[in-house]
């Protein structure tokens, strides 16, 4: 079955950037989606399609992709935006639906 | 805006069964895909199954761990999703999201509610 492979952490420093990234089989292929989960409440939509930010998301989360992997990064990162992090993509060959297995950011 | 409410969990012994509901509002329920998510405790978000709208076919479709034990329904009438889990494992520990879907993606969850399998 597909996986995506994130790592399991990421440090950043306030003010810096924050890049968490998302591995899969041919992933360039896949539409690839980001969420945000803070401690005890429920996912939310940080990125769609690669590089679209749903309304009221901030410009500093931005959306990439090259053949095999899938970025997130977090421009000035802030001490809100600590919490972990989950990739996604359809897997269109068992119309399955499949996450990463997750990063957490830690604000230093 | 959109608002999903989950409902019905609860601890209950290994190979039992439970239902659980989501209240959904604030969009056209009828047209939308509906699914859940899990998340056990600790751990990451896991896929359970998804059923499309009836314009679409009303079709569903799960995940290989929930697939013959978990099935997902939705009452277009009353904006209801259900999950009925049917032989439950102590591994189906976990919170259940509602989710709604945005093509491909989950752009709107509930709150979740924790299912507890134990003896």
């Known amino acids: 079955s597909y996986a995506l492979t994130q790592p399991p952490s990421v440090s950043v420093a306030p003010g810096k950037t924050a890049r968490i990234t998302c591995g899969g089989n041919?992933?360039?292929?896949?539409?690839v989606h980001w969420y945000q989960q803070k401690p005890g409440q429920a996912p939310v939509l940080v990125m769609f399609y690669d590089s679209d930010r749903p309304t009221g998301i901030p410009e500093r989360f931005s959306g990439s992709k090259s053949e095999n992997t899938a970025t997130l990064t977090i421009s000035g990162v802030e001490a809100g935006d600590e919490a972990d992090y989950y990739c996604q993509v359809w897997d269109s060959s068992t119309d399955h639906y499949v996450f990463g297995t997750g990063t957490k950011v830690t604000v230093l | 805006e959109v608002q999903l409410v989950e409902s019905g969990g609860g601890l209950v012994k290994p190979g039992g069964s439970l239902r659980l509901s989501c209240a959904a509002s604030?969009?056209?329920?009828?047209?939308?895909?509906m699914g859940w998510v899990r998340q056990a405790p600790g751990k990451g978000l896991e896929w359970v199954g998804r059923i499309k709208s009836r314009s679409d076919g009303g079709t569903r479709d799960s995940a290989a761990p929930v697939k013959g034990r978990f099935t997902i329904s939705r009452d277009d009438s009353k904006n209801m999703l259900y999950l009925q889990m049917n032989s439950l494992k102590t591994e189906d520990t976990a919170v259940y999201y509602c989710?709604?879907?945005?093509?491909?993606?989950?752009?709107?969850w509930g709150q979740g509610t924790l299912v507890t399998v134990s003896s």
């Open positions: 041919y992933i360039g292929t896949k539409n």
């Open positions: 604030g969009f056209t329920f009828s047209n939308a895909w």
């Open positions: 989710t709604t879907y945005y093509s491909s993606a989950f752009d709107s």
